[in-house]
């Protein structure tokens, strides 16, 4: 099973909608997350990064962390077409790991004019 | 401009051979990644390497070996190539170490073992 698992595999929205993204963690030690974002034929590229419970908000996009659960998701309103992406939640831990991230399989997201 | 370079962006082997992945990053860190992507797994960590120091190792098997020849440079060389091999290397850089900084990645260099 992976360590970190994301929901669902891919997600159409209408442009100007909200598009909701999760992430589940297996791993109690995991303490501190990242959202990715990856164009085709680009290398991924970073969103923001949660560590505390509750909202963090960036733009059009909040991330949301409950530690209890070990769940994050992604928020993204007004949905732009440029937003058409795979969407990879990443995991790490708070301390001792050098930024290995472990990445989920990923969300596709597709925003339809 | 690219701030992180990877060479060549596609490339085919046969199984068997050897090839070299060539990464440059123009960012100023100090901190340098090797991570893969395949049809298979999600995006994967390879190496770290910190001022050309190795960090963290998590391939198993010593056919992949990064190589440092400056602070900037981190080139991944793979021998004895098998069709699992195929995958996109990614190459990334951050500011510092830890465990919270930002990683920046570059475009990727498409193996394909045939």
């Known amino acids: 099973q992976q360590k970190v698992q994301q929901s669902p595999e891919s997600l159409s929205v209408p442009e100007g909608g909200m598009a909701s993204l999760n992430c589940t963690s297996s791993?109690?030690?995991?303490?501190y997350f990242w959202w990715y974002r990856q164009h085709s034929g680009e290398g991924p590229k970073a969103l923001m990064?949660?560590?505390?419970?509750g909202d963090k908000k960036e733009g059009r996009f909040t991330a949301h962390l409950n530690k209890a659960s070990l769940h994050v998701s992604l928020h993204i309103r007004d949905s732009q077409p440029s937003d058409s992406a795979l969407y990879f939640c990443?995991?790490?831990?708070?301390?001792?790991?050098?930024?290995?991230?472990?990445f989920g399989a990923g969300t596709r997201l597709a925003v339809c004019p | 401009d690219p701030k992180i370079i990877q060479k060549p962006k596609y490339l085919v082997a046969v199984t068997g051979s050897e090839k070299i992945l060539i990464c440059e990053q123009y960012?100023?860190?100090?901190?340098m990644y090797w991570y893969r992507q395949s049809a298979k797994k999600p995006l994967e960590f390879m190496f770290s390497?910190?001022?050309?120091?190795?960090?963290d190792n998590q391939t198993a098997s010593s056919r992949f070996q990064p190589q440092s020849s400056k602070k900037n440079h981190l080139d991944l060389q793979i021998t004895a190539l098998k069709p699992d091999d195929s995958a996109t290397y990614f190459c990334?850089?951050?500011?510092?170490?830890?465990?919270?900084?930002?990683?920046?990645f570059g475009e990727g260099s498409k193996l394909t073992v045939l």
């Open positions: 990334a850089s951050s500011q510092q170490g830890g465990n919270t900084g930002q990683l920046y």
């Open positions: 791993d109690r030690n995991f303490q």
């Open positions: 990064s949660i560590f505390s419970d």
């Open positions: 990443a995991a790490t831990l708070l301390s001792g790991s050098f930024n290995k991230l472990t």
């Open positions: 960012l100023g860190h100090n901190a």
């Open positions: 390497y910190s001022y050309q120091k190795l960090m």
